[in-house]
């Protein structure tokens, strides 16, 4: 089982990449280091103005999709996609860091069509339909 974030994320990431290699991404690391929160790594999945990109601390954490200045989170375009929210296979739960990834690559593979082989426009409407969904969805207080 990898030791620290980096070792993990690039682990992670070898999961990740048959899927989007197989659609012209290629991938890039981001950062690494410490923080008040602990050592973390981030890396992506880059094609042209799209973006996908991942962290990693003690687990992975933010998954988020990019087009030119767009963007939107994993969780709510899994809202937009399945329909409401806590659908998705991703996070999951497991003592396997490595099965977050499993899952998130799942999730990509059924449910993110638009961003992987979609039009700009398509998958801007997916952002602009996730975006109302989300804003509807009940928050608990901050």
Same mark, same amino acid.
């Given at each position: 089982?990898?030791?620290?974030?980096?070792?993990?994320?690039l682990?992670?990431?070898?999961?990740l990449k048959?899927?989007?290699?197989k659609?012209g991404?290629?991938?890039?690391?981001?950062d690494?280091g410490?923080?008040?929160?602990?050592?973390? #790594?981030? #890396?992506?999945?880059?094609?042209?103005?799209r973006r996908?990109?991942?962290h990693?601390?003690?687990?992975l954490?933010?998954?988020t999709?990019?087009?030119g200045?767009?963007s !939107?989170?994993?969780?709510?375009?899994?809202?937009?996609v399945? &329909?409401?929210?806590?659908?998705?296979r991703y996070? &999951?739960?497991?003592?396997?860091p490595? %099965? #977050?990834?499993?899952?998130?690559?799942?999730?990509?593979? %059924?449910n993110? !069509?638009e961003?992987l082989? &979609?039009?700009?426009?398509?998958?801007?409407?997916? !952002?602009?339909?996730?975006?109302?969904?989300?804003a509807? !969805?009940?928050?608990?207080? &901050?």
């Open positions: 089982m990898p030791s620290n974030p980096e070792e993990t994320l682990q992670g990431s070898e999961l048959p899927l989007f290699t659609h991404f290629v991938f890039v690391p981001l690494k410490k923080s008040s929160g602990g050592p973390f #790594a981030s #890396a992506g999945f880059v094609r042209g103005d996908f990109e991942f990693f601390r003690f687990s954490g933010m998954v999709y990019h087009l200045a767009e !939107i989170s994993h969780q709510e375009y899994m809202c937009s399945l &329909g409401k929210p806590n659908l998705s996070p &999951g739960f497991s003592d396997d490595l %099965n #977050a990834f499993r899952n998130l690559r799942d999730d990509v593979e %059924n993110c !069509i961003f082989e &979609g039009t700009s426009d398509a998958f801007l409407r997916r !952002i602009e339909d996730a975006s109302m969904r989300w509807r !969805i009940p928050k608990l207080p &901050g």
